[in-house]
């Protein structure tokens, strides 16, 4: 009796075997071997299976003999047209067993495979590069606060925004940012900014750009500074984490102090901009270097760089950064070098 239900058992176990082999898709190389598993999909002579025992699967096209499907998917042909159906090996081609009749072709005739209802390739590809034209919108607001009181009183605050409106072919930034900052009663910051940076792809590599900026900073006697700039940028590294861009322009910039002094000069624009993402933080960097024309001894250099990290909510992130300015000849009393180096919180959205 208990051999009698073991071999029912048996049975009933191969049954379900054969039956699961029999309704899955099966492909032949030309060595022999059967992949046994669901064609997920085949373009550009790669096929993708998912199997139970490997996952899924990479097949170039060459080295497949032939291969049947346990259900209707699209086929496309070299003729460029496509045929919904079952695909059946039959002599050395394949059939396509359509409602309406069938199609047989050869392999190497097949130019695609995917699922009935889905997108044909060519479909998903433009829509994709549709996808990567538009423009969206990413924003941030970065606050730092720090103070002390007892022994000494001292408070600092820094606040700063930034939009960005971004496709595959450009880019446009707005930021804005004011500081302020007392130590014992004594102003030690009070500096207001705001600039937009645009820049558009002309080739694979080479972008023209656009940027203007109005600063004040009353510990420097800065009333106003006004830089508008005009140039071309290559990418020397353009990659999904990494991007390196060089960029020369051309300049003018205005300058009023409080003391009554004015300048005003046209200018070269020259900077290197980089950024490297590592997991799901980002490190990005900036050097700047602006020598007017008139004199060339009369020059600005600008360096910022920022570590960004995510903290628990994806909104949130954590920024570390360091800004510094080399101005050759400041004003009486002002001096050359000047470094700031904070932290924030991020509040990140799209």
Sequence with gaps: MKTSVLKVLTACVAGLALLGAAR?????????????????????????VETDFAGT?????????????????????????????????ANGDLTVVAKDGTTTTKPE??????????????????????????????????LGISGRTGVSER?????????????????????????????????TANRQFGGADYSSFFSDKSVWYARTSLEHDELKELDLRSMTAVGLGHKFIKEEKQDLEGR????????????????????????????????QSKLSSMIGYTPAFEDFANYRVHFESAYETPLTASLWKLKLGVTADYTSLPQPGIEK?????YTSLILNWK
């Design 109 to 142: 005739g097949i130019t695609a495979v995917w699922a009935a209802g889905a997108d044909s390739p060519e479909v998903r590809q433009l829509k994709e590069a549709a996808e990567k034209l538009k423009r969206k919108w990413a924003y941030e607001i970065a």
């Design 155 to 187: 408070f600092s605050s820094a606040l700063a925004a930034k939009a960005t409106l971004e496709s595959s072919q450009d880019k446009l930034i707005f930021t804005a940012a004011a500081e302020q900052a007392r130590d014992n009663g004594t102003q």
């Design 57 to 89: 699967m990479v097949v170039a096209q060459d080295k497949i003999k032939s291969f049947s499907t346990d259900e209707a998917v699209n086929v496309g042909l070299k003729s460029g047209s496509a045929v919904l159906g079952r695909v059946e090996p």
């Design 24 to 48: 899955a898709d099966r492909i032949e190389l030309v060595n022999g071997s059967v992949i046994i598993g669901k064609i997920v999909s085949a373009e550009a002579g790669i096929f993708k």
């Design 337 to 341: 070098f000047d470094l700031l180096y």
């Design 248 to 279: 020369i322009g051309v300049n003018y910039l205005y300058e009023s102090y409080s003391n009554g002094t004015n300048f005003d000069s046209p200018g070269l624009d020259l900077a290197l901009i980089h950024s490297i993402t590592f997991g």
